[in-house]
């Protein structure tokens, strides 16, 4: 199969979006955007500085007050122009999104579809769950209302792994709920939403609705904490989730934190083993096992382990490794070369805490010279073990055993994390105690990603999540506040 | 052939295999009987790649993206390569049988991953089982 073509071979020097206009950074720090497949830089990503965040703060504050002055029906008129280019381009951001992050082209065209579900969402919610309250007589000749109003301006942090879909969680519906946003997409993975800007320059919202910085942690960090930002979406790691979240209490800012998992994944002996191991598969190996819903840890009970052990194997060992536009590869690389090194160093740990390395995926056969790992399986597992304890973020599966349900639903409960946990079972007895007991805010029945789709929250808990309202549709919540009016009239 | 194919790999063999029965019902159309019935086919086929190749871009389920093995497509492969010289008429009722099977195993696998690629090759299967019949009686006189 041929490769299918790049849209650009590279990027140039990234520039931002602020009140309508694309300008270029004074910043003199400038880190490199890479093919990770290639291992060749494609953009040069300068790094904001405070007084490049504060501007942009300052123009969206000043364009929140002519916004939420506009008609909710005109502000819909954008997103729907929105979705339009978005489908119009759908294929050429798929593949920016693979060339700079890496992942197979099938699953890139699968984030932007689910971008495009988030803003048909906010859409809808504008329409509906937007709409406020009345309750006429509450007292003689008293009548009361709730009536929601936009809060101002927010930041959207975004993470590298979801590039353009996890900041569009939150974009289109704060646009369409009537507030303003300074939006810093992921550093290492910066050019798939430099293009949605550059469709978003094209539906002509108003100047300083939504602007785009580029930076790190400093940038990060002056959007917490600038006193003209009402709050802060975050997705990324739970080190710098819990430190964004801490950040914005202390400052006194609405925040959703999604943050890291270790996602365990059940299969019961009564489970369809011919459709639980390709779901197994995708859950462990998608992605190159960078997502917060990916599996880590496999657990599998009773004397189907040998089965399911050595079709998991069998099938992990042929999944084909390449450059992401090919559309026969199987798996990409993972992001960076520190990624892959820190991979790297837990595998070497699993080795030696005792876990046995029954498929090494360090070293695989690839054309190209990037940063690939290939599957990689553990078993003789244990649960204190660091590979089934922290977050790995890449494509590294550990099996554990276990007598029964109960002891899966003890060691899920007992991680710090609680992000997802899916289970393979042909019973409903089952997967119902499953359900109930485990707590984890995403549960897979016979699924391996639970991903939430547009119209749903996206769940978390513990370690996992911070915050009280999540992304997706509590952004109504999140982006609003309710005003309580009761009036009488002589 | 690979064992196992990804959603778009195998939706790109299909959308080959139509893209050669386009060409192949199109220039037969010109020296057999049946030109009516050969020529919608050939045009049919023509829109069916446009059509699939829309949907296998935008109608993916992400979380449900899992490797797709059990089709064999070497059977089907050394049909086309039979049916190519279009000197045999009667080779493109074999093929188009043997891609109606094989589009309604597809169907079935693909259906989570995208349900409407799954219906549009179910369609393609009730659409064709007609032209089917009519180049039967056409050509074969069945």
Redesign the interface.
Do not use: N
């Given at each position: 199969?041929a490769l299918l073509p790049e849209v650009r071979e590279s990027y140039g020097r990234l520039k931002f979006y602020v009140d309508g206009e694309w300008i270029d950074s004074e910043s003199g720090e400038v880190h490199p955007a890479m093919n990770p497949a290639k291992d060749v830089e494609i953009a040069e990503v300068p790094y904001s500085t405070r007084e490049e965040v504060k501007n942009a703060i300052s123009v969206a504050k000043e364009a929140f007050e002519e916004w939420r002055e506009i008609p909710l029906t005109a502000r819909l008129r954008y997103l729907f122009d929105l979705k339009n280019k978005l489908?119009e381009h759908?294929?050429e951001i798929?593949r920016i999104i693979t060339q700079n992050h890496g992942k197979?082209?099938?699953?890139a065209?699968?984030?932007m579809?689910?971008l495009i579900e988030n803003v048909e969402t906010a859409i809808s919610i504008a329409y509906t769950l937007n709409k406020g309250e009345h309750l006429d007589q509450i007292a003689t000749g008293i009548d009361e209302t709730l009536v929601r109003e936009p809060l101002g301006v927010f930041g959207i942090i975004g993470p590298f792994n979801f590039p353009v879909l996890a900041p569009f969680w939150f974009i289109p519906h704060a646009l369409v709920l009537g507030c303003t946003l300074v939006v810093k997409p992921s550093e290492i993975t910066p050019l798939s939403m430099d293009r949605a800007f550059k469709l978003i320059d094209d539906i002509g919202l108003p100047p300083g609705v939504i602007n785009l910085i580029h930076g790190g942690k400093d940038s990060g960090e002056e959007l917490i904490k600038n006193p003209d930002v009402k709050g802060v979406t975050f997705v990324g790691s739970t080190p710098v989730g819990r430190t964004v979240y801490r950040l914005a209490g202390e400052y006194g800012k609405r925040a959703i934190v999604q943050a890291g998992a270790k996602n365990f994944l059940i299969v019961m002996p009564d489970a369809d083993v011919d459709r639980t191991i390709?779901?197994l598969?995708?859950s462990f190996f998608?992605n190159t096992g960078q997502r917060c819903?990916a599996g880590a840890n496999l657990v599998v009970i009773g004397d189907i382990y040998e089965k399911i052990r050595d079709k998991f194997v069998d099938?992990a060992s042929?999944?084909?490794l390449g450059y992401g536009l090919d559309?026969?590869?199987?798996m990409g690389p993972v992001v960076s070369r520190s990624a892959m090194n820190r991979i790297h160093g837990y595998i070497e740990k699993g080795v030696e805490e005792g876990a046995r390395l029954i498929l090494d995926g360090r070293n695989p056969d690839v054309d190209y010279p990037g940063y690939f790992i290939g599957p990689t399986v553990f078993e003789d597992v244990t649960p204190d073990m660091t590979i089934a304890k922290e977050e790995i973020f890449g494509p590294v599966a550990s099996i554990i055993r276990a007598e029964n349900l109960d002891e899966a639903i003890e060691m899920i409960n007992s991680s710090q994390y609680g992000n997802s946990a899916c289970i393979f079972t042909s019973s409903g007895a089952t997967a119902r105690k499953f359900r109930r007991e485990v707590d984890c805010g995403n549960i897979g029945i016979n699924?391996?990603?639970?991903?939430p789709m547009a119209f749903f929250p996206f769940g978390g808990r513990k370690e996992s999540f911070f915050g009280v309202l999540h992304g997706q549709i509590d952004c109504v919540e999140f982006f609003t506040d309710k005003k309580i009016v009761i009036s009488r009239w002589w | 052939m690979v064992e196992s194919y990804t959603f778009s790999a195998l939706m790109r063999q299909v959308m080959e295999f139509e893209k050669i029965l386009g060409e192949i019902s199109g220039k037969m159309a010109e020296k057999f009987p049946g030109k009516k019935t050969l020529r919608e086919l050939s045009e049919d086929s023509r829109k069916n790649v446009e059509s699939l190749e829309k949907l296998v871009r935008e109608t993916v389920v992400e979380m449900t993206l899992e490797p797709i093995t059990g089709i064999d497509l070497a059977e089907l492969t050394e049909k086309f390569g039979e049916m190519n010289d279009g000197t045999e008429p009667e080779k493109i009722i074999e093929a188009c049988n043997s891609l109606s099977e094989l589009y309604a195993e597809i169907s079935s696998k693909v259906k989570q991953m995208s349900a409407e690629t799954s219906m549009y090759l179910k369609k393609i299967n009730r659409k064709r089982k007609r032209m089917i019949q009519q180049l039967e009686r056409e050509i074969i006189g069945v």
């Open positions: 199969m489908e759908f294929e798929s197979p082209i099938d699953e065209r699968g984030e579809r689910r390709p779901a598969i995708t998608g819903l099938s042929k999944l084909r559309e026969d590869v199987d699924i391996g990603i639970a991903a | -």
